[in-house]
C-alpha cells in the first residue's frame, strides 16, 4: 500500500514492484510487531474479562494486512524471484549456481565424489 | 506412602518462589507463551541489502569535492550539439505577452449563439 512505501527507495539489490512490496511489508510488520503480540496476548488470557478478549480479537482483525507475517515471502536478491529461493542465501536455484560456480559465495563448493 | 496433595501444592509454590516461575498449579492460559516469544521484526525486515550511501549521496555532502558524472557530461554534451544545429530548446519566455504568442496559433473556441 504506497501509505506505508517509503518515499526514497532504500534497496541496494535486485528491485522491482514485487521486491519493493515485500520489503515495505517487512518493515511494517517489524513496526506493529509489539502491538500484534499484545493483542494476541489479551485474546489468549483466559484470565482476562471476555468483554476485553473479544474487543481485542476485533482489533486485530482489523489491523492492516501488511502487519501480518504471513504476507512476507522471501525473494531473491539477484533476480526478484519468488519460487525456489535458499533461505540461508536469499538467491533463486539459478543465480545461487552462477555464483556458487563463480566462487562469490565462501563456504560453498561443487560436490564431487 | 501417599503425600496430601496440598502439601505437594506448597512445595511447587515454594518451588516456583525460588526460581521465579509462575504458580499455575490449574493450568489456566494465561498467554504467557506469547510474551516468551522473541521479537522477530528486526531480523525479518534485515532480509534485502539496504542501500548505504551513493556517489549522489556523497556529492550532496560534499559539494566542492571533485567528482565527476558521465551521463550528465552525455547530456551536455548532445544539448551543445543540438543547439550548434539549430534544434535546442526555446528561449524561456519573461513575460506574459511573449508566451501568449503560442496561445494565437491554437484554435480559437468558438463564440456561443445567440438566443
Known amino acids: ?113 | 506412602m501417599s503425600v496430601a496433595r496440598s502439601r505437594i501444592l506448597d512445595l511447587m509454590k515454594v518451588q516456583c518462589r525460588i526460581f521465579s516461575m509462575t504458580f499455575n498449579p490449574e493450568r489456566t492460559r494465561t498467554g504467557n507463551k506469547i510474551l516468551r516469544q522473541r521479537l522477530k521484526g528486526p531480523s525479518v525486515a534485515a532480509y534485502y541489502p539496504r542501500r548505504v550511501a551513493t556517489v549522489k549521496d556523497l556529492r550532496a555532502l560534499y559539494p566542492d569535492l571533485d567528482t565527476w558524472d558521465e551521463d550528465e557530461d552525455d547530456r551536455l554534451e548532445h544539448v551543445a550539439l543540438m543547439k550548434t544545429r539549430g534544434k535546442g530548446a526555446p528561449k524561456k519566455k519573461r513575460s506574459a505577452d511573449e508566451s501568449k504568442k503560442i496561445l494565437g496559433k491554437r484554435k480559437k473556441p468558438v463564440a456561443p449563439k445567440a438566443p
Open chain 1, 1 to 113: 500500500m504506497a501509505q506505508f512505501r517509503a518515499k526514497k527507495l532504500d534497496l541496494s539489490c535486485f528491485v522491482n514492484a514485487r521486491v519493493i512490496r515485500d520489503h515495505t511489508k517487512r518493515k511494517v510488520f517489524e513496526q506493529y510487531e509489539t502491538q500484534r503480540q499484545a493483542l494476541r496476548y489479551i485474546i489468549r488470557n483466559t484470565t482476562l474479562p471476555p468483554r476485553a478478549r473479544a474487543q481485542a480479537q476485533l482489533q486485530l482483525s482489523q489491523m492492516h494486512a501488511y502487519t501480518r507475517s504471513t504476507q512476507i515471502n522471501n525473494r531473491c536478491i539477484e533476480g526478484g524471484k519468488s519460487r525456489g529461493v535458499f533461505r540461508h542465501f536469499r538467491m533463486a536455484r539459478y543465480p545461487f549456481r552462477m555464483n556458487a560456480l563463480e566462487g562469490n559465495i565462501p563456504g560453498v563448493k561443487k560436490a564431487s565424489w
